[in-house]
């Protein structure tokens, strides 16, 4: 029987990581893999998910199944961090999942269950894995423009005229922040635009959220997805925690899926019980319970958000650094919108053939669509990148 399976595409990322780890050159910066980095090159596990953990380690008393949804005390504190009270919190429905990409899947899933018509308008371009995932469930995808090749920012046009074709029927997923691999947002005018579309066409918003607190703050982050919420009937929200809590590898996320009125909740959060039975039964939960630990203690909430914002200006300081020094190098602002992008990633908006160049001249590792993690860098790295890439002549 194994005999019959075919060999799966090779994940482009893991391949470069491969690639990065066999590189002798000791000047080797890694700007592939999405995982956050400090200026030592290390995913540190923040203060308070340590502290979170040493608490749970002394107070649990059971390792027993929580609920197929999660511990509704984790489903309270993210939809009390995501959304601050914009909807009513019994037209919420939501369950634990393992990771965001979990949510995703589910969500996807409930979709497909809700109506197997819907076909899902993604952006183009955008996280690999969504259309991985719905190609995977044969889901009809459809994809908008989003980016701008010469300006690197949202072509907010192109994208509002690919949106015109939804139906009722449709799904279209959004990055809520930090649009992953561009680095370029909406605008909340921009948002508001996109919202009147949706409420014109009756087609059904799906956010994908995974860098709350990594693009221009914890609220800030929240603004369009809160805003989404209070316009539309229905919404369908994948958040992950494995970014701004540094617990990647706990697979800690959660699906959100908001009816138009209460009493259609109970059903909705029926059908999100019966998909993680399906699928895994019981979410996981330690990463769910050190987030709880988190949001529910002053102290602690207040630290971890300390460090995320510390995080988040890193980031922010490395992106105006690299734009300043191209700007030097180049004796132009054609990157200027390195400073404008926000969020782990930017495009740099080049072709294959010249992140091949920079890597084999450089050792710098970038994915060949051109995205590099910017949490990859540090002060001493930036000139190093800034100076490959005029040098490749982007
Ligand atoms: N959505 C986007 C846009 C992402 O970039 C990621 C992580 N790379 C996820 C969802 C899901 O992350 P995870 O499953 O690790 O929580």
């Known amino acids: 029987m194994l005999t019959n399976l075919k060999e799966q595409p090779k994940d482009k990322i893991l391949g470069l990581m491969a690639m990065y780890r066999d590189d002798p050159r000791p000047t080797k910066v890694d700007l592939g893999v999405g995982v956050y980095k400090n200026a030592e090159g290390v995913t540190p596990v923040m203060r308070a998910v340590k502290a979170a953990e040493r608490k749970i380690v002394q107070e649990q008393t059971s390792k027993a199944y929580t609920g197929l949804a999660g511990d509704p005390a984790y489903a309270d504190a993210m939809i009390d961090m995501l959304l601050a009270g914009a909807v009513e919190r019994d037209r919420l429905a939501a369950a634990a999942t393992p990771g965001g990409t979990g949510a995703i899947r589910q969500a996807f899933e409930l979709i497909q269950m809700a109506n197997p018509k819907a076909r899902v308008f993604v952006s183009d371009p955008?996280?690999?894995?969504?259309?991985?995932?719905?190609?995977?469930?044969?889901i009809e995808i459809v994809k908008y423009r989003y980016f701008d090749d010469e300006t690197r920012a949202v072509n907010f046009g192109g994208m509002m005229a690919d949106l015109a074709d939804v139906t009722s029927d449709d799904v279209v997923l959004l990055h809520g922040c930090c649009h992953n691999p561009t680095g370029a947002n909406l605008t909340l005018t921009q948002w508001q635009s996109v919202i009147d579309l949706i409420n014109e066409k009756g087609c059904t918003p799906m956010i994908d959220i995974a860098y709350q607190g990594f693009g221009d703050g914890l609220e800030d982050d929240a603004a369009a997805t809160r805003l989404v919420v209070q316009s539309v009937p229905e919404v369908l929200i994948a958040a992950s925690c494995s970014k701004n809590f540094g617990i990647y590898?706990?697979?800690?996320?959660?699906?959100?899926?908001?009816?138009?009125?209460?009493?259609?909740?109970?059903?909705?959060?029926?059908?999100?019980?019966?998909l993680n039975r399906q699928n895994f039964s019981f979410p996981p939960d330690h990463g769910a319970r050190v987030v709880t630990t988190i949001l529910t203690d002053p102290e602690l909430k207040a630290d971890w958000m300390a460090e995320l914002e510390e995080t988040r200006l890193g980031m922010l300081a490395l992106r105006e650094q690299l734009a300043a020094e191209l700007k030097r190098l180049s004796n132009s602002d054609r990157f200027g919108f390195l400073a404008q992008h926000r969020g782990m990633f930017s495009?740099?908006?080049?072709?294959?053939?010249?992140?091949?160049?920079?890597?084999?001249?450089?050792?710098?590792?970038?994915?060949?669509?051109?995205?590099?993690?910017?949490?990859?860098?540090n002060a001493q790295t930036v000139p190093v990148l800034a100076k490959a890439i005029v040098d490749a002549g982007v």
């Open 126 to 138: 955008t996280w690999p894995n969504h259309v991985s995932i719905l190609g995977y469930l044969g």
């Open 249 to 274: 590898r706990e697979r800690t996320g959660l699906l959100i899926a908001m009816s138009e009125k209460a009493e259609n909740t109970a059903v909705t959060q029926g059908n999100l019980n019966h």
């Open 347 to 377: 495009r740099l908006g080049t072709t294959p053939d010249l992140v091949e160049k920079i890597r084999v001249d450089n050792a710098i590792y970038m994915v060949s669509d051109s995205r590099m993690n910017i949490a990859g860098l």
